[in-house]
């Protein structure tokens, strides 16, 4: 694969139009720690305004199992969330499910290792290795990205003892916010521990959380400059990353003054109206460092009875935060989404692949 130009145009808001372009250079393999292979791949999306962000997009074993799908061990406790009994699983001893189906404390330990890999990987470990720990400081925002275990992959790479600072930021609802109705909430900072000669040495902000619309995290990068005036730039770890949210980060005027690089599972995704909440694969084969991973996602999820493939509405974003929290709750979202939108639950799609 050579490198690809994805175009686009997003109109939903008349008075802003957004026109430009993701820039895809040919992925580039790497070691994993494991001793497998892995492959990492800069990107850079350019609006027409001239703005922009660097990207880089990582495949290894661990990020394809979350975005895409995996052959795995029966799991009853798994399965009987999702209303399958085991009668319904007749001899079968192992099953292919979506990393939608990750759930809980499993998919805090796929995550790290994912993770863990991707700081190791040429694209971090050239910014990192020269750095000492104090200039150095993680942000994991709740919830989402608690779970992530940046501080820990900091510190397993590169032995690395770097503060790790609290952030709580969320949606609340406004009508006066065009198309996404949504603004930011800041509830929890909790950098108190260091004092000012502390923070004055902070070089590097890792912060950790996926992006959706991108309200969240321009509003955590604008209050993190803020507070860390000598803040040269951003490392930004979101697995599951929409092309709109990185739209508006590089509209942001904090994101023009700091350098700002984000690390992405896999693809990028396709914010979906009407909420433009929930996300989906792009059907794009030149999008994907492994197409074929893609193919096999699309083929899993199906079509419904009106010819409509399922992985075209929200597969890739059910259960943001939810799917490491709730896992009782993700299924229960899940399916009032494709029920609503299909006339499925997850339970029937399950069935009929292992049929």
């Avoid at 609802?173 to 260091?194: A, H, Q």
Wanted: net charge negative; hydrophobic share 40%; proline share 5%.
């Amino acid at each position: 694969m050579t490198r690809f130009i994805y175009e686009f145009s997003f109109s939903e808001d008349p008075t802003h139009p957004i026109h430009g372009q993701v820039e895809l250079e040919q992925p580039l393999p790497y070691r994993t720690k494991s001793g497998g292979s892995g492959f990492f791949r800069p990107a850079h999306i350019k609006l027409d305004d001239g703005n922009g962000l660097d990207l880089v997009l990582y495949h290894n074993p661990w990020t394809s199992a979350f975005i895409y799908t995996r052959e795995a061990p029966l799991d009853t406790h798994v399965l009987e969330l999702a209303g399958i009994t085991a009668k319904d699983l007749g001899k079968n001893s192992d099953i292919r499910l979506p990393g939608q189906l990750i759930m809980g404390a499993e998919r805090t330990a796929i995550i790290g290792r994912a993770v863990d890999e991707i700081l190791g990987a040429p694209a971090l470990n050239q910014t990192i290795a020269p750095l000492r720990q104090q200039n150095v400081a993680v942000f994991p925002i709740a919830r989402e990205g608690l779970k992530y275990g940046v501080a820990e992959a900091l510190y397993t790479n590169y032995g690395n003892y770097c503060d790790e600072i609290l952030l709580d930021a969320h949606h609340v609802f406004d009508s006066s916010v065009p198309v996404y109705n949504r603004k930011v909430e800041l509830g929890i900072f909790k950098d108190k521990d260091l004092d000012k000669g502390q923070k004055d040495k902070i070089k590097v902000a890792f912060i950790a959380d996926s992006i959706a619309s991108g309200l969240v995290m321009k509003e955590v990068i604008l209050r993190i400059s803020d507070r860390f005036e000598y803040l040269e730039h951003v490392e930004v770890i979101s697995p599951l990353t929409t092309i709109r949210g990185l739209c508006r980060l590089a509209q942001a005027e904090v994101c023009r003054k700091t350098h700002v690089r984000l690390h992405i599972f896999e693809t990028l995704l396709n914010a979906l109206p009407p909420d433009y909440y929930y996300s989906a694969h792009y059907n794009i084969p030149e999008l994907h460092i492994c197409p074929e991973l893609d193919r096999d996602f699309r083929a899993w999820w199906g079509m419904d009875a009106n010819g409509n493939a399922i992985a075209d509405t929200a597969c890739a974003g059910y259960g943001w935060s939810e799917v490491f929290y709730s896992p009782r709750k993700q299924i229960q979202m899940m399916n009032g989404e494709l029920t609503s939108r299909h006339q499925l639950t997850i339970k029937d799609i399950i069935q009929r692949n292992m049929a």
